[in-house]
Nanobody, 120 residues
Framework: VQLQASGGGLVQAGGSLRLSCAAS????????MAWYRQPPGKQRELVST???????NYADSVKGRFTISRDNAKNTVYLQMNSLKPEDTAVYYC???????????????WGQGTLVTVSS
């Protein structure tokens, strides 16, 4: 199973970006999906999660600005980021709980990270 993240880049404060993360490989089902980020010199932090049924949660710092969504048919999760701030600058990572067989518990997989830089 591989998770491929894309959509990062350089944007001015107040701008928008949309991140995508597609899971591929021998997948039976995908449960929870999430976005994390790691700002320069800081620890990785949770940004947002979405369950298989579409329930979402957000870190307080991004509520009202970021929207997580998913396309179950494509095993893809998105993060729409609006009103970006310099403090949103980070490497963004996706992860997903993936079941590959019926007789094995779901495992967590991580994408490779995509850099988002917000200039002031």
């Amino acid at each position: 199973v591989q998770l491929q993240a894309s959509g990062g880049g350089l944007v001015q404060a107040g701008g928008s970006l949309r991140l995508s993360c597609a899971a591929s490989g021998s997948i039976l089902s995908v449960r929870d999906m999430a976005w994390y980020r790691q700002p320069p010199g800081k620890q990785r932090e949770l940004v947002s999660t979405i369950t298989g049924g579409g329930s979402t949660n957000y870190a307080d710092s991004v509520k009202g600005r970021f929207t997580i969504s998913r396309d179950n048919a494509k095993n893809t999760v998105y993060l729409q980021m609006n009103s970006l701030k310099p403090e949103d600058t980070a490497v963004y990572y996706c992860n997903a709980e993936v079941r590959v067989t019926l007789w094995r518990s779901p495992q967590t997989y991580w994408g490779q990270g995509t850099l988002v830089t917000v200039s002031s």
